[in-house]
């Protein structure tokens, strides 16, 4: 019961908003708390991406976090305003921390590393998968001097020859004894 009136009031309270999409021209009204929802899962962003474009474009193509908290356009704080720009596709982010406006060519170019990137980490996830075998079972004399007799290893000849091995010890299993008449 409390739940559901938790839920009421939090449906009650949500103001309808726009959410943009950071890599192209469309717009959606948020009407409701699962519409807000639904577009934050597909990345959509609450600042208008033309107005931070404009922002880096009056700065030059590159521009760090105060021209855009300067703003009046811009009425965000300031881990919004960069998971904004982390989220479009033409922006990147400097090592030095500045966001800079790119052209077609460097889209491209941070789309081939990203997926260079991509391929390099599954296949560092593979070999680490190869690597953690199990060992099997106990590699004693008896494992050793069993596995050096049978052509087939494992099998389950070799295996009862191990149990046996291992039940006589290493020193005494495969020599003959004379059998008495």
Do not use: T
């Amino acid at each position: 019961m409390k739940i559901k009136l938790i839920l009421e009031k939090k449906e009650k309270d949500f103001k309808s908003h726009k959410m943009y999409d950071p890599n192209s021209d469309e717009v959606i009204d948020a009407e409701k708390e699962s519409d807000h929802e639904e577009y934050a899962e597909k990345d959509y962003i609450h600042i208008d991406p033309e107005v931070l474009r404009d922002i880096l474009k009056d700065e030059g193509g590159a521009a760090g976090v105060d021209p855009f908290l300067d703003s009046d356009d811009v009425d965000a704080d300031e881990d919004e305003i960069k998971s904004a720009l982390d989220a479009m596709d033409d922006v990147g982010e400097h090592e030095d921390g500045d966001y800079i406006l790119g052209d077609d060519e460097q889209i491209l170019i941070k789309i081939i590393q990203e997926e260079i990137y991509f391929v390099l980490e599954k296949r560092k996830k593979r070999k680490k998968k190869k690597k953690k075998k199990k060992s099997s079972g106990k590699k004693d004399a008896c494992y050793s001097k069993v596995k050096s007799r049978y052509k087939v290893w494992p099998s389950a000849y070799a295996s009862g020859a191990l149990v046996r091995c291992r039940k006589v010890g290493a020193k005494n299993w495969g020599n003959k004894s004379k059998k008495k008449k």
